[in-house]
């Protein structure tokens, strides 16, 4: 394919909305893709494309007419081409390994680029010889922004969503620094901006606490734990403060930034200080006037007042001044002021000289604007839209006549095909937009829009018609008979999912669709049919391609598809039919039925499976099918069989040949329309055309880059002529080839292909295309609400069922209607159904008749079961018919049950698991289980302390310490009793070895008690606590091992102290925790025992029949805690569900224990044997006997007392006695009993009473216990907080430590740079005294050089040497441009041109300048030409030498410069070492100190705390501690002393009285005395002055004086008009003076102007009159010019004359100042 030509990019259409800008002063240029669009202001259209590899960032360089592209790849490089030549300038390399994020020129030669992973540095350029200049690296922060200063290029300002940095560049000759100034983004909202101010003046501290005495200043790094750069970063995280996101920015002349943010702020950087304000704060969205919910709620009120209509407009005219989120994306100044544009559409100009915000101008573009751009001259503004619109407005002119220079509607292109006749393509983009190009420039003549989102496109061969698929599963069909007015005019529903593939036979008679269903439709492509489907087949998994090809009236179709799931893993299957011209003839014999799916034998079909999944489908003659492989990076060709496989044999296709292709997966084949090119597209951005008759051989483009997805489509034109591509970028491209030799007949077949398939369709074109005009604009159905008379086809199938069941009538199913959205296949099956229904009437009649019958029987049998007993009724289920539908019932009843039962099981899983982790962490583990003792008759309850098992580690470490701190006590007594060995000699080692027993075991209470020496240096309970030797027996935690509060200095002490201590306290809680057992038992005893006294007692109260409540103490919740785990039934509130299982065993146990029952209520001997011989009992009791009555004689009930006998009396008689006696025993007993119950009841009131009392000293106990706790909990808090701080003092040690090194690396490398610097300097200042030195030589050697001329001629010569041309003066790279540009100008940076231009300009004008000084012209008299010539190259040569020393200095100035920043910056690093190493030094001693002066716990009485303590909890910091026998002994001498003191006091009181009395007297009289002589010598010097007589003579002298102030004011007021009206006179002067300094400033330009045209003018005259001069008479001529001469000749000679005397008189006037000395007066 190759030897058929190359494709050229021929136009390419497409805009994201990014930036763009100006390349020339009335060009614009954008990237389009891989592409650069240039668009003139008038429309014309030009296209770069890049061939580089990828397309990353571009930039255009604002004055100098180029532009700059990156590559995106491995080692990308940066390409700079020449515009309009696009000739490669530059080629900048070696930047960066994979990406670059962002390129940028600055007004000079230089370029900034940033870089991506991996390095991410700001690389400064100079791009003009692709020089890397120096690099720094930055945060990997996505950039927002970045710009040069246009006024100085050495400012790069760089902004990301977090940060704002200006790099400012450095230059020492051929040595670029850039040192970064970052600058601190604002809060949006400014109080907290004021209230960070604030903040920042105060230094954050550590604050001190009262567990400290000490206040330690350590930052937050150091108290987190942070080192390196989480610590410098801690600020950062910490900060929670939302702050501005910047998205643009824009420099002013005197190097301010102005920044766009996104919430619509706008920030002024101050260039100096770098430090931002809010120069514009938008007001939060809930108190903007007329926002979306005032509008929104206003838009349902009916009636508004004139007041409320005017408050609107004037709330609207608020909004529209103010900027609001997202107002600001895009900033750029002008001299009018600063141009402010975002995503609400509008343009903003905002008066920057104004003391107020103030909008002056509002631009509305309609669009959310994107990028805004200024021409090269400011006269003009490019505005870019994100939905691809261009528009241009000329700064100054009305608001409404912006102009839209470009409007292609911005969106990824889904769609591409050619219109029939080869003139137009036609694209449709995802959001349904179908748009009409022309294929020769690209223009895009017309739009209109389906309203729905697209997913494809397809345009017909036959018909101007082209074909959009849609998400809705619609066809739109678009009539383009007249492509500049194209409209919608058919659409039919073929899918109710989206329409995934459309694809038209090559003459247009079909059009197949496919969808993510897997059916595939053949639609009739003629519009006098109105597109009628024709048919369908399916295909299974999701469809990937379809292909065509149609020969000898035979459409054979190919259809691809991924049954995977996964489309990414490409077709597995393929779907072979054919469809013929025969089989439209009589479409009903080929369907299977109404639906119109294809009979299989009709349509050939074949499903054969694909050996390589592949993407892609392309069909050629000969049943040659092309895919692509998934994987393989291959392309394969496959032959299609003729007729389907037979069963059993294998369906699975082989390639018969591969060839390379696509190097990434994915993508698409196209045939080309006469079937003899094939393409190929993919996602690695390239594309690949082929010739059938060479595939191996092919011709490669990229057009679209594959960072973005590649190339997404690719099209011929209908004569093949042109290729049409577009990627996921939104840009279509259009080759055009440029056929080689060969190719040209190639190229000619092809025409003659697409012009016979025209002519053999131009009768049917014609005819179809008259009724496409024909058709109707298709109007969308409005898919609004269903009114409430609709009803739905369930809802009437639901009433005729419930009116045929009242009526008992026949049930007739209703004719069903297809929905107003159903699709093709639906409407067909609905037509199914009603064939179906007519075919089957008689026999569906049939089946109601039967129906209604049987439902007759039924309802009279459930009649008949109603009436029947309870025993013979049936139940309702029984009388179902329907034993399916019944049992589908039943399943899904019990799949819910399940469902339920398996949800409450999970909850309930959960819920034990819950509990059971609650249970092991706070039950299981602990080793004593928390309980509590309650009181019987109060409310106290004491519990005990729950305590987990040690852990080993826990054991080992308390091992350790103990170990450890017993060898230290044994070291320590050994070295005391060494030393008491050393002081007594006499010493034996018996008695050595024997005080060293006693030093380690201890000596007893009693006789530490007398040894005063060993009281002294013990401890006493104050420092000890409440673990001192004499509390230990009664807490339980006192040791030996402990420290002294006075010794803990070291880590490891303070580590074992806390370790000693939380020993303690654990057997200090052990100890408590045996006694509270104690208690518990004893309890437990004492209910035991009140248990039986109270069996007793109810026994008692039954004999003696009394109802008195009993005690019956319980253990509650909290003492017996081992009941809360058990559950109990009676707990339970709940019925217990049972299983079957349980329920059957549940009733066999109830079976057991019934038959139990029955056989212990039989005849059981032994209880009957013991109630008949003992009356039921096997002992008797005594209270039983009394309670039996005596037994009354017979007679005493049936006879009367007078007619007993005898006999009867005296048993009468005993009778009574024994009745009375009974009496009296059961009184008696009746006693004992009541004395028992007060007994026992005593006995329990005084047992419960005693367990208070013991429960009550408990509780005091533990109280005690308690505060002993606590304070050695305290204890171990502070000791903890100590470690704490001493580990944030190391941190903040290693911190210090590693910003030292850092710092000493950087003075390493400071120190480097500063003796490179100096190296260079010496070096170039040697080079620059050279130059002088060469230069003076020039000087020095005119005379040698031009010593073939006499001595006249060679001063003349001389002085022409030394004139020099008017050069405007250099500037140095930092120095500011004079403000002599005019104010008029929009450019605001006009008065701070570049320095590259400056020096430019310079260079021509003094080019221009020497070429006056070299015209011959100038010639001296007398001197030869050759002379001349040689004069002109040496002051030429001189002239340049001047020049480039005069370069030289400035570029030593900077050298300078630059080593003096150097210095600085050493001599910064230097200070900042020594402050770091003071810092150290003084973190060495607060350490030192902290270690040192330890804080000690003491416990004292309440009366030895003399500091009056105003809060519960004092601060002792200021206290001091002092010993009390101190204390008692200055009280003893205070008494002491005062005692003395008042007997002394009284003795001298009265002594001293009289002699102050005395004292007194002599005071008073010498001070009479000198009174009195002062007042005589006042009188004797008084003088009488012309005051004193005024006074004494005016009797009015005040009103006198008031009367002179009031002139003086008066003259004052005087004065002060005088002077205004002097200083009125004085500005009316400088006006006038003004005004005539501008009148003359005119008029010296106009005389300028008229210099310089009479200067032409005299030229003009100069060069006739040298014309005409030979043809003028010479008479008299050369006499009047030897004339001339010898005057100018003796003018020049008295000139020298002249010089050489003022010379001569200087020389006399300096001879004689030095002869005679002269005075100058010094001011200092």
């Not at 190719?743 to 053999?760: D, F, L, Y």
């Not at 040497?1361 to 003066?1369: A, D, L, S, V």
Request: glycine share 6%; proline share 4%; hydrophobic share 35%.
């Amino acid at each position: 394919m190759d030897a058929v030509g190359s494709l050229e990019l021929s136009w390419a259409q497409g805009y994201n909305g990014g930036r763009i800008g100006y390349i020339d002063k009335d060009v614009i240029c954008y990237q389009a893709g891989s592409n650069v669009k240039f668009i003139a202001e008038d429309g014309a259209e030009t296209v770069f494309n890049f061939k580089g590899n990828g397309v990353g960032p571009m930039a255009v360089h604002p004055t100098n007419k180029c532009f700059a592209f990156a590559e995106q790849c491995l080692n990308p490089k940066i390409t700079v081409y020449v515009y309009p030549t696009f000739r490669e300038a530059a080629v900048l390399q070696d930047g960066s390994k994979l990406e670059y994020r962002s390129l940028v020129f600055s007004h000079s030669e230089y370029l900034a680029s940033l870089t991506g992973i991996p390095e991410f540095q700001l690389i400064l350029w100079r791009y003009t010889d692709g020089t890397k200049l120096t690099s720094i690296n930055i945060a990997p922060d996505p950039v927002t922004c970045v710009t040069f200063n246009p006024g100085n290029w050495r400012q790069i300002c760089v902004s990301t969503e977090k940060s704002l940095t200006v790099w400012n560049t450095e230059q020492s000759n051929d040595k670029y620094v850039m040192l970064p100034q970052k600058i601190k983004l604002p809060a949006e909202n400014a109080s907290q901006n004021l209230e960070e101010d604030r903040d920042a003046r105060d230094v954050p501290t550590r604050a001190s606490t009262r567990m400290t005495r000490y206040t330690v200043e350590l930052p937050k790094a150091a108290i987190a734990g942070l080192v390196g750069e989480r610590a410098e970063s801690l600020e950062e995280i910490q900060d929670t403060t939302p702050r501005v996101v910047p998205l643009s920015h824009t420099w002013s002349p005197s190097g301010d930034v102005f920044v766009g943010c996104k919430g619509g702020h706008i920030l002024k950087v101050d260039g100096e200080m770098y430090k931002a304000r809010l120069f514009y704060q938008p007001l939060p969205p809930a108190s903007v006037p007329n926002s979306r919910a005032t509008s929104a709620t206003s838009r349902f009120n009916s009636q508004v007042d004139l007041t409320t209509a005017k408050k609107r407009t004037r709330y609207a005219d608020e909004v529209r001044d103010m900027i609001l989120e997202g107002g600001a994306d895009c900033v750029s100044l002008h001299r009018k002021g600063l141009y402010v544009a975002g995503q609400d559409g509008i343009m903003r100009l905002i008066d920057l000289k104004s003391s107020e915000f103030k909008v002056v101008e509002q631009i509305p573009v309609g669009n959310p604007i994107s990028s805004i751009s200024f021409s090269p001259n400011y006269r003009h503004i490019a505005v870019a839209t994100n939905k691809g619109t261009l528009h241009v407005h000329d700064v100054g002119a009305p608001p409404d006549s912006i102009k839209t220079l470009k409007n292609i509607h911005w969106g990824n292109i889904v769609g591409v095909s050619c219109l029939a006749g080869n003139e137009y393509c036609v694209s449709v983009r995802e959001d349904g937009e179908l748009q009409v190009w022309t294929i020769d420039k690209g223009l895009l003549i017309s739009a209109v829009s389906v309203g729905v989102q697209a997913v494809c496109l397809a345009c017909c061969p036959m018909v101007h018609v082209a074909a959009v698929g849609t998400v809705s599963g619609h066809v739109y069909y678009v009539d383009l008979t007249f492509p500049k007015k194209p409209r919608v005019v058919r659409a039919a529903r073929l899918y109710q999912t989206p329409v995934t593939h459309l694809s038209y036979e090559s003459d247009g008679k079909y059009l197949v669709a496919g969808s993510e269903d897997g059916n595939v439709i053949v639609v009739d492509g003629r519009a006098s049919v109105n597109f009628r489907p024709i048919g369908y087949t399916s295909i299974p998994g999701d469809i990937q391609a379809i292909a065509m090809y149609s020969s000898n009236a035979v459409t054979r179709i190919v259809v691809t598809s991924n049954t995977s799931g996964n489309k990414r893993n490409g077709a597995d299957t393929v779907l072979y039919f054919r469809i013929s011209e025969e089989m439209m003839k009589d479409l009903r014999s080929h369907v299977n039925s109404l639906k119109y799916d294809f009979k299989d034998a009709s349509i050939t079909r074949m499903i054969l499976r694909l050996p390589i999944p592949g993407y892609g489908a392309a069909l050629t003659e000969e049943n040659t099918f092309f895919t692509m492989g998934q994987m393989s990076k291959k392309l394969y060709q496959f032959s299609l069989p003729e007729e389907p496989p037979k069963k059993g044999k294998p369906n699975e296709l082989f390639p018969e040949a591969e060839f390379e292709s696509h190097q990434l997966p994915g993508g698409k084949l196209q045939l080309s329309p006469h079937g003899k090119w094939l393409a190929s597209c993919g996602t690695d951005g390239a594309v690949q055309l082929r010739a059938m008759g060479t595939l191996d051989r092919m011709v490669i483009i990229n057009p679209h880059d594959y960072h973005l997805g590649g190339v997404r489509i690719v099209v011929f034109a209908e004569d093949a002529q042109n290729v049409f591509t577009t990627g996921y970028d939104g840009v279509l491209c259009c080759y055009s080839w440029n056929f080689t030799s060969t190719g040209v007949g190639k190229a000619k077949s092809a025409m003659e292909a697409a012009r016979a398939r025209k002519t053999r369709l131009m009768q049917i074109q014609k005819d179809e295309d008259e009724v496409v005009r024909n058709f109707p604009e298709f109007s969308a159905i409005s898919s609004s609400r269903p009114v409430s008379g609709e009803i739905t086809q369930a809802e009437k199938e639901r009433k005729a069922m419930e009116k045929a069941h009242e009526s008992d009538e026949i049930y007739r199913t209703p004719t069903p209607s297809a929905p107003t959205d159903a699709t093709w296949q639906q409407v067909q099956e609905l037509e199914s159904i009603k064939e179906e229904d007519n075919e089957y009437a008689s026999v569906k009649q049939d089946l109601r008749v039967q129906i209604r019958d049987m439902r007759r029987t039924i309802q009279g049998m459930l009649k008949q079961n109603e009436d029947l007993p309870d025993i013979e009724k049936l139940g309702r289920h029984e009388f179902d018919l329907d034993i399916e539908e019944q049992n589908r019932l039943q399943a899904e009843a019990d799949a819910e049950v399940n469902r339920v039962r398996e949800e409450i099981e999970f909850e309930n899983l959960a819920k034990i698991y819950l509990r059971e982790m609650i249970k092991r962490e706070c039950w299981d583990e602990m080793d004593v289980k928390g309980r509590a003792i309650q009181a019987f008759f109060t409310s106290l309850e004491v519990s005990n302390f729950p305590m987990r098992k040690r852990s080993a580690a826990t054991e080992k470490q308390l091992q350790v310490v103990t170990t450890r701190r017993k060898i230290e006590l044994a070291d320590l007594a050994a070295r005391k009793a060494e030393l008491e060995v050393s002081q007594k000699p006499g010493l034996t080692t018996t008695m050595f070895i024997s005080m060293l027993h006693q030093e380690m075991h201890g000596e007893d209470d009693e006789t530490a008690d007398m040894d005063e020496g060993e009281d002294g240096a013990k401890e006493k309970p104050s420092t000890t606590g409440s673990l001192d030797q004499k509390m230990r027996a009664l807490y339980g935690g006192g040791s030996d091992l402990f420290y002294s509060q006075f010794d803990l200095h070291t880590r490891d002490q303070k580590v074992g102290q806390i370790v000693l201590l939380e020993d303690a306290i654990y057997r200090i809680k052990n100890t408590f925790n045996k006694e509270f057992d104690d208690v518990y038992q004893k309890k437990l005893s004492e209910i035991t025992k009140i248990k039986d006294k109270n069996r007793r007692i109810l026994k008692i109260l039954e004999d003696l029949d009394l109802n008195e409540e009993v005690v019956k103490p319980e253990l509650s919740m909290y003492e017996d805690p081992e009941s809360l785990l058990t559950v109990e039934d009676h707990e339970v509130k709940v019925e217990k569900y049972l299983t079957a299982e349980q329920r059957k065993e549940q009733e066999r146990r109830e079976k057991e224990e019934e038959e139990r029952r029955i056989r212990e209520r039989g005849d059981n001997a032994r209880e009957r044997g013991l109630d008949m011989m003992m009356g039921g009992v096997l002992e008797i009791k005594k209270e039983d006997e009394l309670k039996k009555d005596v037994p009354k004689p017979l007679f005493m009930s049936t006879k009367e007392p007078n007619d007993w006998t005898e006999d009867e009396q005296k048993l009468a008689k005993e009778y009574e006695k024994k009745v009375k006696d009974l009496q009296e025993e059961r009184e008696k007993y009746r006693k004992q009993l009541e004395t028992e119950l007060r007994k026992l009841q005593g006995m329990i009131q005084d047992s419960m009473q005693g367990f208070d009392d013991t429960l009550t000293q408990l509780f005091m106990k533990k109280i005690k216990i308690m505060m002993v706790i606590y304070q050695e909990e305290l204890k171990i808090l502070r000791l903890r907080y100590s470690l704490l701080v001493e580990e944030e003092m190391e941190t903040r040690e290693k911190e210090l430590n590693r910003l030292m090194e850092h710092k000493k690396s950087m003075k390493a490398l400071t120190a480097n740079a500063l003796m490179e610097s100096k190296k260079h300097v010496d070096a170039f200042k040697e080079q620059y005294d050279i130059l002088n030195a060469e230069d003076k030589v020039m000087d020095k050697a005119f005379k040698r050089e031009f010593n073939d001329v006499t001595a006249v001629q060679q001063d003349q010569l001389y002085r022409l040497f030394r004139k020099r041309p008017r050069i405007p003066r250099l500037k140095g790279f930092d120095t500011p441009a004079p403000s002599t540009a005019d104010s008029s100008l929009p450019n605001p940076f006009a008065d701070r041109p570049s320095t590259a231009r400056q020096h430019a300009q310079a260079k021509s004008q003094l080019e221009a300048a020497i070429q006056d000084l070299d015209k011959i012209s100038n010639l001296p008299e007398g001197v030869e030409e050759s002379v001349w010539q040689r004069l002109c190259a040496y002051r030429r040569e001189k002239i340049e030498n001047d020049l480039l020393i005069k370069q030289k200095a400035l570029i030593l100035a900077e050298m300078d410069n630059f080593y003096k920043k150097r210095v600085d910056e050493d001599e910064r690093l230097k200070n900042e070492i020594e402050g770091i190493f003071d810092t150290l030094n003084k973190l060495h001693e607060e350490r030192i100190r902290f270690n040192l002066n330890l804080e000690v716990q003491l416990m004292l009485k309440q009366g030895q705390v003399e500091v009056d303590p105003t809060n519960f909890i004092h601060d002792y910091k200021d206290s001091a501690l002092i010993h009390r026998t101190v204390v008692e002994e200055l009280n003893s001498n205070i008494k002491q002393l005062g005692e003395s003191k008042i007997t002394s006091m009284m003795e001298s009181k009265d002594f001293r009285k009289g002699i102050i009395q005395l004292e007194w007297e002599q005071k008073r009289m010498l001070m009479q005395m000198e009174d009195l002589q002062n007042k005589m010598k006042d009188i004797q010097f008084m003088k009488v002055t012309r005051e004193i007589q005024l006074y004494l003579s005016n009797e009015d002298y005040e009103g006198k004086k008031s009367e002179e102030i009031g002139k003086l004011e008066q003259t004052i007021l005087t004065q002060l008009k005088h002077h205004e009206k002097n200083v009125r006179e004085k500005k009316r002067i400088i006006k006038d003076l003004g005004k005539t300094i501008k009148s003359r400033d005119s008029e010296n330009s106009s005389m300028e102007n008229d210099l310089a045209e009479l200067n032409v003018t005299v030229n003009e005259r100069r060069h006739i009159d040298e014309v005409n001069a030979d043809r003028r008479s010479n008479t008299g001529t050369e006499k009047r010019y030897q004339e001339i001469v010898q005057r100018r000749k003796l003018v020049d000679l008295a000139k020298a004359q002249a010089q050489e005397v003022a010379v001569l008189r200087a020389e006399v006037e300096r001879l004689r100042m030095r002869t005679f000395p002269a005075l100058v007066q010094v001011e200092h």
